[in-house]
Structures are given as structure tokens and as C-alpha cells.
């Protein structure tokens, strides 16, 4: 009688691990510390110029530029910034029905969470409101560059990078890149 059973018990063993197994994309949400929804554009003068999707960022009136960038960016902010931190990130799409720069404004994340993922960590010392960062030896792709401020909150910009590119005519080369 068993063994009548044990095809029932295989098929019942495996739909259970099945449902309980874990969606290899399921962590990669827009809270994610390495995950791009959006970019907000800015040309090589800080001046935004549009967007694509919905950004996940907390810019904190942050401004990061240009937006995409060829590995030379500038940042400017009327508060003291007193560490950098620059994060490789995955893009992902989100449901068009989701607020995601809204709620992007509540999430935070941990200097020890950032130390561990990012490639470039960056102390600022005496901050005059303008930055220059250099970026050239980056991969091509998306980056959340993360800034300590003053008052010891955290924010970040979604950006991406490409050294090899001298401009961007259009930027319906991110549909490509993230479909």
C-alpha cells in the first residue's frame, strides 16, 4: 500500500517545495540598497531636463549632475556633506501604479549596509557646497551615489555612468538596457 502512495508523496513533496522556494527576482524591490526604478535628468549645468520612469531616490536636496554622465559628475548641496558612498545597482521596473518617489522618502539605510556594497566610499572633508567626482573607472551601468549629511541623514541619487560615452543624444538607450 506504500508504495501506491509514494508517487502521491513525491508530487505533494515537490508542489510544496516549489511554493515555498523563493523567487530569485523577489528581493530586488524598489527599497532594495542596489536597485535603480528611474533617473532624473541633468544636463552638464544642473538644470533638470526630464525623466524616465519612477525614480527610487531621496535626493535631500542634493544636486547630482550630469544625469546620465560620462564617468565625471559634480554635486552640489547647500548642506554640509560629510561622506560618500557609490553603489552599484540593478535596474528594475516597477508597477506604474506605485508612488515609488514618494515612497522612496520614507525608506533609510544603514552605513554599515552601504560600506559593505558599495565600490567607492568617500570621505568629504571640509565640504564647500560643490564636489567633483570621478567615476571614469567605472563598469558602464546603473549607481546610487549615497551622501551623509549634516544632520547625519542619508540620501542618494539614482545615476548612470557610461566613460565611454562622450554625450548622450537620447536616452531611449535605457528601455534597452533596463526592459
Do not use: H
Not at 542596489?34 to 536636496?61: H, M
Amino acid at each position: 500500500m506504500t508504495l501506491k502512495l509514494f508517487p502521491y508523496l513525491v508530487l505533494f513533496s515537490l508542489i510544496y517545495l516549489c511554493s515555498s522556494c523563493e523567487d530569485a527576482d523577489s528581493s530586488l524591490d524598489y527599497a532594495s540598497i542596489d536597485v535603480v526604478t528611474g533617473l532624473t535628468f541633468f544636463d552638464e549645468n544642473g538644470q533638470a531636463i526630464g525623466k524616465w520612469r519612477e525614480p527610487n531616490q531621496s535626493t535631500q536636496n542634493v544636486s547630482i549632475y550630469p544625469i546620465p554622465n560620462n564617468g565625471n559628475v559634480f554635486l552640489f548641496s547647500g548642506e554640509i556633506i560629510s561622506k560618500l558612498w557609490v553603489v552599484p545597482a540593478s535596474c528594475i521596473q516597477v508597477n506604474d501604479n506605485d508612488d515609488i518617489e514618494s515612497l522612496s522618502l520614507d525608506l533609510a539605510y544603514d552605513e554599515e549596509d552601504l560600506a559593505e556594497v558599495s565600490i567607492q566610499d568617500i570621505d568629504v572633508v571640509d565640504f564647500t557646497g560643490n564636489l567633483s567626482l570621478n567615476l571614469t573607472d567605472l563598469s558602464p551601468g546603473f549607481y546610487k551615489i549615497f551622501y551623509r549629511m549634516s544632520n547625519n541623514e542619508i540620501g542618494w541619487t539614482n545615476s548612470y555612468t557610461d566613460p565611454s560615452q562622450t554625450s548622450f543624444p537620447s536616452f531611449a538607450f535605457l528601455d534597452d538596457v533596463c526592459p
